[in-house]
């Protein structure tokens, strides 16, 4: 006959082992409320490194004394989009956010109330992650101290204002689903691709957009406007992309903001000095064999030879203004003064990312891998047909081909 005293002795031990299990997970705080465990350090750490990759701090910091505090104005071709608050806040921020909730937009695009971001959060990207990724990244913005700031409402014009709408177009264009690796190809051919299709969301820039903002699958990586620059191609077109690249020298630029061949300006300045100048030498070089993978797009477009007068007086304004840095024929000074001659971004199809450093000028970024600084001054003084002729010139001379630059694209950017 069992003793019915043993029965309620093993019945109370497995309660007290299943109290340490929950204990285990949780912590219990004086009002008897249970909330998840403190993430460990190796958590946050990952969670900085990914955050970092993706960039997140340039979007959602507008005042850089309250870092991922949101209020950032996106500007779309539908109008105006504030970032969120990413702060630890519990009435403005994330901070009331289950794990659930952050992986559902992260992943899907869907805020804790069910509606639908817009994908200036380049969630059809992030979608890519995996879930152990995701929550390091939330374990980190945990870190930082809530800031109670709530974004301005959005700008966007009729109908695209009405967030209902997004349920459409996710319909039409957005695939979830995590990155999925490919068996034929290296470990660091699939990390690439994992930070490049995902975290790093480079097709955000370098992918052109269909007249819903959708990325144009059958065009990657064939280079779009962004901000009035021209994010230029990162597939294996010969002129204007990656061909003339090397691993090493895609990987020298990410770290570093230059290479023999080109100088980081514009918005991807930014995302050097704020993203890929802190990554780890193994995640850089990993995306720069996965770019330098990518079989090149749709064909270059044919490119017109330039009326001889505007050559003329591109040639005229280049010798009298250019040649002290750049020299007579276009050599510059590697990773001081970018090389002209078989200048990938130089030649790409649309001029507005050397009408707008003819125009403003450029200042080289300094990274520690590069500290010493150059500059250039901005020639907002000449008219938009010089500006159009010089552009036109050093986009054509020493074996350059591109498309003509007219007087009416200067004086679309100049505004």
Not at 81 to 100: C, Q, V
Not at 181 to 194: I, L, V
Not at 215 to 221: H, N
Not at 357 to 385: C, F, H
Request: proline fraction near 9%; charged fraction near 20%; glycine fraction near 10%.
């Amino acid at each position: 006959m069992r003793n019915p005293f043993s029965r309620h002795w093993l019945a109370g031990a497995r309660t007290i082992l299943a109290g340490i299990a929950l204990c285990s997970a949780f912590n219990v705080n004086h009002a008897g409320a249970q909330t998840p465990a403190a993430p460990s350090p190796e958590t946050i750490a990952k969670g900085k490194t990914l955050t970092e990759a993706g960039d997140c701090a340039s979007c959602h910091t507008a005042d850089p004394a309250k870092p991922f505090a949101g209020g950032k104005r996106i500007e779309t071709p539908f109008g105006g989009i504030y970032s969120a608050n990413l702060t630890p806040d519990r009435e403005t921020g994330i901070g009331r956010w289950s794990d659930d909730q952050f992986l559902r937009a992260m992943r899907y695009g869907q805020a804790p109330n069910g509606s639908r971001y817009y994908p200036a959060f380049p969630y059809p990207h992030f979608t890519k992650l995996v879930r152990g990724d995701i929550f390091a990244i939330r374990a980190y913005l945990g870190t930082f101290p809530p800031v109670s700031n709530k974004p301005p409402p959005n700008e966007l014009r009729w109908p695209l204002n009405y967030r209902a709408l997004m349920r459409l177009w996710n319909f039409a264009f957005f695939r979830p689903g995590i990155f999925e690796p490919d068996q034929s190809k290296s470990a660091e051919w699939n990390r690439g691709g994992y930070l490049v299709e995902g975290l790093g969301h480079c097709g955000v820039c370098h992918t052109p957009k269909n007249v819903l903002g959708a990325e144009r699958q059958k065009a990657r990586f064939t280079g779009s406007l962004v901000d009035g620059w021209f994010a230029p191609r990162l597939d294996g077109a010969s002129r204007s992309g990656l061909k003339s690249w090397s691993v090493d020298d895609i990987a020298e630029y990410l770290l570093s903001g230059r290479n023999g061949h080109s100088h980081a300006d514009g918005p991807m300045a930014q995302v050097v000095l704020n993203s890929t100048s802190h990554m780890s030498e193994a995640d850089v070089r990993a995306m720069a064999a996965y770019l330098k993978d990518l079989s090149a797009g749709p064909p270059e477009p044919a490119v017109a030879t330039p009326s001889p007068e505007q050559m003329a007086n591109g040639e005229k304004l280049y010798k009298g203004s250019c040649v002290a840095c750049h020299e007579l024929d276009g050599s510059g000074a590697p990773r001081i003064y970018p090389p002209l001659p078989g200048n990938a971004n130089l030649q790409s199809a649309n001029p507005a990312s050397a009408i707008k450093i003819v125009l403003d000028g450029a200042e080289t970024i300094t990274t520690p891998r590069a500290p010493n600084t150059g500059s250039m001054p901005n020639y907002v003084k000449w008219s938009d047909q010089d500006v159009a002729d010089v552009v036109t010139y050093i986009r054509n001379a020493w074996g350059n081909a591109a498309p003509a630059t007219t007087p009416a694209d200067v004086a679309k950017l100049r505004k």
